[in-house]
Antibody
C-alpha cells in the first residue's frame, strides 16, 4: 500500500525558512516523478513544484520560483521542499503527491499534508 | 498563462446527475484529471487522462473532454459524493494547473 507522510511544517516568521520532507513507501520511489501541492486555508489547490525520478527535470510554479528548491533522495525514499524568504501568503497545507506516470496521469496518491503558517 | 475555470458550486438531488465543467481558452491535446476532496481530507484522484477511473473509484464517476471544456459527470449522485472537485491539466511548459474548484452539494 502506498504511503506518503509529510513532515516539517510549523510556524515561521516572515522571511524565514523551512524544509518540508515526505517519506514514501509501498512503491518503487525511484521510478516516479513527485510533486508538492499546497492549499491555503479555505482556498483551492495550487501546484508548487515537480521533480522527475532521476532529479534531471525540475519545475516550479511562478509563485515560489526562486524561493524554493525541490529535491529527492531515492536511497531514502524521500522528497524535500526547501522554502526560503517565506511570506504570509505561503501559509498553507503542503501535500506531497506521487505522479502516476507522465503528466497526463496526474497525481494518483497524496499524503495527509503538513501545515505551514507564516506569521510574526 | 493556461487557466482552468470551474463553476463555484453545483447542487444536485440524491439519485440525479451532477455535471461539473472545466473550461480553458484552448485545451489542445492536454488531458484532464479530476480530484475529489472532502472536508479535512486530502484530495483523491477520481479521473485521469480525461476518461479513465483509478482502481476503486465507483463507475458513477465519468469524464469527458471535448473542445474547450472537460466535464466530470456523477451519475446517481449519493450523499457521500458531497465534496469539492478540482480539475487539473499538465500544460505545455511541463507545469500542472488546477481548476478553481467546484463545491458539490447534495440536497
Amino acid at each position: 500500500e502506498v504511503h506518503l507522510v509529510e513532515s516539517g511544517g510549523g510556524l515561521v516568521k516572515p522571511g524565514g525558512s523551512l524544509r518540508l520532507s515526505c517519506a514514501a513507501s509501498g512503491f518503487t520511489f525511484s521510478t516516479y516523478s513527485m510533486n508538492w501541492v499546497r492549499q491555503a486555508p479555505g482556498k483551492g489547490l495550487e501546484w508548487v513544484s515537480s521533480i522527475s525520478s532521476s532529479s534531471r527535470n525540475i519545475y516550479y510554479a511562478d509563485s515560489l520560483k526562486g524561493r524554493s528548491t525541490i529535491s529527492r533522495d531515492n536511497a531514502k525514499n524521500s522528497l524535500y521542499l526547501q522554502m526560503n524568504s517565506l511570506r504570509a501568503e505561503d501559509t498553507a497545507v503542503y501535500y506531497c503527491a506521487k505522479q502516476g506516470g507522465s503528466g497526463s496521469y496526474g497525481f494518483d496518491y497524496w499524503g495527509q499534508g503538513t501545515l505551514v503558517t507564516v506569521s510574526s | 498563462s493556461f487557466e482552468l475555470t470551474q463553476p463555484p458550486s453545483v447542487s444536485v438531488s440524491p439519485g440525479q446527475t451532477a455535471t461539473i465543467t472545466c473550461s480553458a481558452d484552448t485545451w489542445g491535446d492536454k488531458y484532464a484529471c479530476w480530484y475529489q476532496q472532502k472536508p479535512g481530507q486530502s484530495p483523491v484522484q477520481i479521473i485521469y487522462q480525461d476518461t479513465k477511473r483509478p482502481s476503486g473509484i465507483p463507475e458513477r464517476f465519468s469524464g469527458s473532454n471535448s473542445g474547450n471544456t472537460a466535464t466530470l459527470t456523477i451519475s446517481g449522485t449519493q450523499a457521500m459524493d458531497e465534496a469539492d472537485y478540482y480539475c487539473q491539466a499538465w500544460d505545455s511548459r511541463n507545469r500542472f494547473v488546477f481548476g478553481t474548484g467546484t463545491k458539490v452539494t447534495v440536497l
